[in-house]
């Protein structure tokens, strides 16, 4: 069975999940497959929502050539993950905004884990589940699941991202130094089937989400 902690395969598989919906995970998948797709990675996405929203956004627009799957049956997520990494360099797999079993497997088969969170008590609670599930599927693989959070629909000057980092910081949770800010773009590219990279490659977003590729590329050594 093709792992990706086998020592021998070198696809990278990122998940990037909450158990709270509304976080842009969804826009932060698209984001970051057209940054690498940009770079010429090769790179592929598993669309593991029920909603199928990422399936959507890839099938129009400019991202139509990057390799995806919409796989909504739970039992089959990890076959639907093997089977696209064949020659690929990173995987990316977006589940659904709430925890299932889904979520559990893309974990466990995951080289690293992404948590978006918006800057509130009530996603700082959600993301917190979200990391007990990374850790649970870290003892029944028996091996270290790296994950970080990723601050998302950031609006500057709020006070609420204190309160938020300092929650944190209590509990002992990792974070991108990248927080992803509250910019319309991500609404509009959603009907045109662009991302930030694409329709404003110099603009604030492509900033941001080149940024945040650059820490993952150093977290996984890529």
């Not at 910019?183 to 990279?197: C, L």
Request: proline share 4%; net charge neutral.
């Amino acid at each position: 069975m093709l792992l990706a902690f086998d020592k021998d395969v070198m696809t990278k598989i990122i998940t990037l999940c909450t158990t709270k919906g509304g976080t842009s995970k969804t826009s932060l998948t698209a984001s970051l497959l057209s940054h690498w797709h940009s770079k010429k990675r090769r790179v592929a996405a598993v669309d593991a929502d029920p909603n199928c929203n990422l399936t959507r956004w890839l099938d129009k627009g400019t991202l139509t050539d990057i390799p995806h799957i919409a796989e909504t049956n739970e039992g089959e997520i990890i076959e639907a993950v093997e089977n696209i990494s064949t020659d690929r360099d990173i995987v990316l797999v977006d589940v659904a905004g709430f925890g299932n079993q889904s979520m559990v497997y893309a974990i466990g088969i995951s080289s690293f884990v992404i948590i978006p969170c918006r800057p509130s008590e009530d996603d700082v609670l959600e993301a917190l589940k979200t990391k007990q599930v990374v850790a649970n599927a870290a003892k029944l693989t028996r091996r270290e699941i790296p994950y970080k959070v990723v601050l998302t629909q950031v609006k500057a000057g709020t006070l609420v991202i204190n309160h938020t980092l300092k929650q944190f910081e209590a509990f002992n949770v990792p974070l991108f130094d990248t927080a992803i800010a509250s910019r319309t773009i991500y609404q509009t590219s959603r009907f045109s089937g662009e991302t930030p990279i694409t329709a404003e490659p110099q603009g604030k977003a492509a900033k941001e989400i080149k940024a945040l590729a650059k820490e993952i590329e150093v977290q996984l050594s890529l």
